[in-house]
């Protein structure tokens, strides 16, 4: 595929990300200067004015960069990747999260690996060398790797990093995906690679860093341990 | 296949490999009936271990956070000059 002629469509689904939405748009176009890309914000109505922001933004950088597709309520995450699928004009997709947990620094690094590997999908980790989280106390470091470790042992999922969104894909290969997940959360990021896996997807990894500004105010109860098992056991059984 | 089945097939070749133990007596026959738990046992170690390994060896990095304080100030500098509203949320 000749590097010259790529276009990498950025989704990034947004609720009340209305200060980190600008600061995402602004470290994209500082990290991807020679790079052909769009971003399409996928933004479920939010009350804090986000999409005001965003067209500030289109303002600055251009309308046929800054793509603001929204939604009128909070729909979820899946849906939300396929409603930005739709306006996609790139033969890649990129996924990543608004609240700048995902750098836009290692952009650049998923598409070179995608160039020198030909993959279909370029997954971030942040268990390996080189990656890494910031912002999480000992405890939910803990139940990270007994949760991974677990996942590993039951599914063989072929990636160290099941749970993570920061995501290149070939467009194809997303739509493809895409039609045959239907969880919710954290496990359909999870449900997304283990089927790419399975249908035999090239899958690469690159290290990225992770730091979690939100963690302190959400709380990992039984209830999302609960939730993590029961995706577990439907991941092993119907994939 | 579906991956529990493939799981499920791995089990009933151990199970016929233990089996076939039992029969052909080449260890004494006290010890294989124990084989089983003795593999449940390690198995369950090696998942410990690895956890235990894993949380040690945890990657984190610190100097992101401060590195992304410094882009956020960037960052808010120039979208202020552009006219982007970038009062705190």
Redesign the interface.
Known sequence: MDAETNKYSIIVPTY?E??NI??IV??IFKHLRDVDFEIIVVDDGSP?GTQ??VK??Q??YGEDRILLRPRAKKLGLGTAYIHGLKHASGNFVVIMDAD?SH?P?YLPSFIKKQLETGASIVTGT??????????WN?MR??TS??A???AQ????PGVSDLTGSFRLYKKSVLEDVISSCVSKGYVFQMEMIVRAS?KGYHIEEVPI?F?DRVFGSSKLGGSEIVEYLKGLIY????? | MKHVLKLFSLLVVISALWIGLLQASIIPQSHTWLLPIYFIVSLGCYGLLMVGVGLMRFPTCPQEALLLQQDIAEAKDFLKQKGVDVGSD
């Not at chain 1, 942040?126 to 912002?135: I, Q």
């Open positions: 009340n209305r200060l600008a600061l602004y470290l804090d005001e922001i500030q933004l303002k600055l700048l750098h620094k942040r268990y390996v060398t080189g990656g890494g989280v910031h912002g000992l470091k803990l790797r007994g991974n470790v677990l042992t039951l599914l063989w399975r860093t730091v991941l092993m059984v119907t994939t």
